[in-house]
């Protein structure tokens, strides 16, 4: 596919599981972010990993939030013990910093919710 | 003080109409100013980008900026109900970094 995928769309867990959440990223393209958008609020950012390093991870909210990338493409946010502050979209996108401008292409989401 | 400000409506306005969306921010760093609609269930899709001060059309939008007032604007000219969404305003220092987005203004075009 030529876009950026995320899956599961949508996602029912109780609190305190640990869930996984993954993005499938435009090939090509060396940066990843994660977003986080709670009703009526807007992006909140998570995590910009340019290849698989991750030089800004400020917008974790806690420790129970991780991510990684592998092989500068796939990249898994996970969140443990989750809570029900937790629920939100979660938003992939991805971008080529090199090219004439830095948009991020967006995948569809994952719709979290923590019961 | 948010570092981005806009606010989140709702706007409803009639088939036709011109529509003003706007920001603020705080960080006069700022050079690199995008405008995202976002369907509902959808993610984010970038309609403008534009460099510094100045003004950009493309078709029914325009959007302006104007860094000595910390305020950008886009405009929807013959505003169709496909307009219709949530409209991100975002925000960086660098081209290469990461941008700030604001709340978003949700949209409804009515027939």
């Known amino acids: 596919g030529a876009g950026v995928s995320q899956s599961p769309s949508n996602k029912v867990t109780e609190k305190g599981k640990d869930v996984e959440l993954r993005c499938d990223p435009i090939?090509?393209?060396?940066?990843l972010y994660w977003y986080r958008q709670s009703l009526g609020q807007g992006l909140e950012f998570l995590i910009y990993?340019?290849?698989?390093?991750?030089?800004?991870k400020s917008g974790l909210p806690s420790d129970r939030f991780s991510a990684e990338r592998t092989g500068g493409s796939v990249s898994t946010l996970t969140i443990q013990r989750t809570q029900q502050e937790d629920s939100a979209v979660y938003l992939c996108?991805?971008?080529?910093?090199?090219?004439?401008?830095?948009?991020?292409?967006f995948g569809p989401g994952t719709r979290l919710t923590v019961l | 003080q948010k570092e981005v400000e806009q606010d989140p409506g709702p706007l409803s306005v009639p088939e036709g109409a011109i529509v003003s969306l706007n920001c603020t921010y705080s960080?006069?760093?700022?050079?690199?100013f995008m405008w995202y609609r976002q369907y509902s269930r959808k993610g984010p899709e970038l309609l403008m980008y534009?460099?510094?001060?100045g003004n950009k059309e493309d078709g029914r939008f325009t959007a302006q900026v104007d860094k000595s007032s910390k305020y950008i604007s886009l405009f929807i000219r013959d505003s169709q109900p496909s307009d219709s969404a949530t409209y991100l305003c975002?925000?960086?220092?660098?081209?290469?970094?990461?941008?700030?987005f604001g709340p978003g203004t949700r949209l409804s075009v009515l027939p």
């Open positions: 975002a925000m960086s220092p660098n081209r290469g970094q990461n941008f700030v």
């Open positions: 090939s090509g393209h060396t940066a």
């Open positions: 990993f340019q290849g698989n390093s991750a030089p800004d």
């Open positions: 996108a991805s971008s080529f910093p090199l090219g004439s401008y830095n948009e991020q292409f």
């Open positions: 960080n006069s760093a700022f050079q690199y």
């Open positions: 534009t460099y510094s001060s």
